[in-house]
Structures are given as structure tokens and as C-alpha cells.
């Protein structure tokens, strides 16, 4: 059954949603993040009854709270039904601050399969002509991306192609989720500090380099998905370095297995027979 109401973070409070709906899903991409201003309320369900309240890959990104928000997570967080969170760091954040204990399931993106991924990819009018590099940062480059991204260059065998630059204009190259998918599908590696991409880079069995962001520390959630996938000894000093190499067969039965685990856990939060 699909609402075909929505609800703006302002609403939450003064709209008595909890009589209309059975549960209530928080997830998942950092949306318990304290440093971002918009994370409130809202996301922690403070407006749902106790037995609505389910969190599905839930993430902190960090894995130390500021003094100023432990207790709004403490008491928001002791009011769950069921809690699921994505990193293995918010397992034990979570159990210091209320001493219940997460359980840990894949991010929401990897419940589907590489050729699903595919099925809704698009070529964008941006693409480039021959082989390249992808490259995706969100925060500022650190001194180890700069260094593969000039051996790349300094090789000149692909082009590197890397949609966050800046055009004469001002503005970034504009592309959307289906042309994103493409340009990860389509190149020979790619370069990135983001956890989606480093995701996309996997189910669709690519080269990778996964660096840290500079700045606030979110690297658990890297190292939580090498944990879950087997790829351990791919992560040195902070980087994912994934080549041709790897066994992806290993890599996708473990991810048919976490699947499974993860929707369960949805089945029997939800209590779907």
C-alpha cells in the first residue's frame, strides 16, 4: 500500500502521523551524522509510538558522539523497537549509550544485484570517447588520491574523467543516478572518497580505489563493508584498493548471504510471515 501523502521535516510534529501509519522506517546514509545541522528529531522518530519505530542501516558516520547530543540520541535511541545500523562502530555507540545491541545489515543499495543496478542505467551526452578513469570526490582530494590520480596521468593509457570539476561557467558537470551508474559500469577504475560509489564499483566487479575524505573521520563504514564482503587485505592505511585480481564470485556469495540476513531482519521487524 503506497501513501500518497508526504511529509516534510516541519510537518513531523503537528501532523499525529503515528495514527496513521503501523511502523516507521529511519535509514540510512548517515542519517544519525550529529555534525549535520538538518539531523533532528525527525530522524530519530521522537513523533512514533515505541513499538513503530524501526531503523534499517542506520548511520552515524562518526563513531563518537559530542557531548551536546548524547542525551537527544541516548533517549531517542532506548525507544526503539528494532535497530539496525550499517557500520559495526555504531553497534558498540549504540549499546554504550543504551545498552541494547544492533545488529549490523548492508546499506539499502546493496540489497540489489549488479545487473539490476545496470538495468536503469544511461549513457550520458558527457561521456567520454575512449577509456577512463573515474573519478569522484566529494571533499577535498587528500595527498595519496593526488598521487594516483598524477600516475594515471603520468601513464596516459585512459582519460581521467572526473564529473565534479568546474566548467567555464562556474558549475559542475550535471548528471543524474542513471548516468552516474553508466560512467562506473563503463570505466576501466575508479577513484572516489565516496561510499557509493566504492558500493557501485563492487556490484559492478570494477577496479577501485576507495580513499579517506579529508576532514571529520567516516572511514568505519569502509571498513565495515571490507569486513562484510572478505576483502580485508584490500584495505591498507586507510585506502580500498580493489583490482582485477579479486574474486568477485567470493565477494557476491557473501553479499547473497547478507541479503538474506538483511531482509529478515526487515521481515521480522515488520512482522511480515
Known amino acids: 500500500i503506497h501513501s500518497s501523502k508526504h511529509y516534510a521535516r516541519k510537518d513531523e510534529a503537528e501532523k499525529n502521523l503515528e495514527s496513521y501509519y503501523d511502523y516507521f522506517v529511519a535509514g540510512s546514509d548517515q542519517l544519525w551524522n550529529p555534525y ?14 515505541s ?5 534499517y542501516a542506520a548511520s552515524f558516520g562518526i563513531e563518537e558522539l559530542p557531548d551536546s547530543k ?19 562502530s555504531a553497534v558498540k555507540l549504540i549499546e554504550e549509550l543504551t545498552g541494547r545491541k544492533a545488529q549490523v545489515v548492508l546499506d539499502p543499495t546493496l540489497l540489489l544485484d549488479g545487473d539490476k543496478w545496470k538495468s536503469v542505467q544511461k549513457k550520458p551526452s558527457i561521456c567520454p570517447k575512449g577509456k577512463y578513469c573515474f573519478v569522484y570526490a566529494i571533499g577535498e582530494k587528500n595527498e595519496e588520491f593526488q598521487k594516483q590520480l598524477q600516475e594515471i596521468e603520468r601513464q596516459g593509457e585512459w582519460e581521467i574523467f572526473d564529473i565534479r570539476v568546474k566548467n567555464f561557467l562556474g558549475f559542475e558537470r550535471c548528471l543524474g543516478p542513471a548516468e552516474f551508474l553508466y560512467l562506473i559500469a563503463h570505466a576501466e577504475m575508479i577513484l572516489t ?14 577496479s577501485v580505489k576507495s580513499f579517506k575524505r579529508k576532514g571529520l573521520d567516516m572511514s568505519s563504514r569502509i571498513s565495515t563493508l ?8 584490500k584495505l591498507l592505511q586507510g585506502v580500498l584498493a580493489i583490482d582485477e585480481k579479486v574474486d568477485y564470485s567470493e565477494v557476491d556469495l557473501r553479499l547473497d548471504r547478507e541479503r538474506n540476513e538483511s531482509i529478515n531482519f526487515l521481515r521480522e521487524a515488520l512482522e511480515i510471515k
Open 193 to 206: 572518497d565516496s561510499f557509493h560509489a566504492t558500493v557501485f564499483s563492487i556490484l559492478f566487479h570494477k
Open 70 to 88: 548524547i542525551e537527544l540520541y541516548k533517549n531517542a535511541l532506548q525507544d526503539f523497537k528494532n535497530i539496525s545500523v550499517r557500520e559495526t
Open 226 to 233: 571490507a569486513d562484510i564482503l572478505g576483502l580485508q587485505d
Open 51 to 55: 513499538e513503530q519505530k524501526i531503523s
Open 36 to 49: 549535520f545541522p538538518f539531523v533532528g528529531k525527525c530522524d530519530l522518530l521522537t513523533f512514533a509510538r
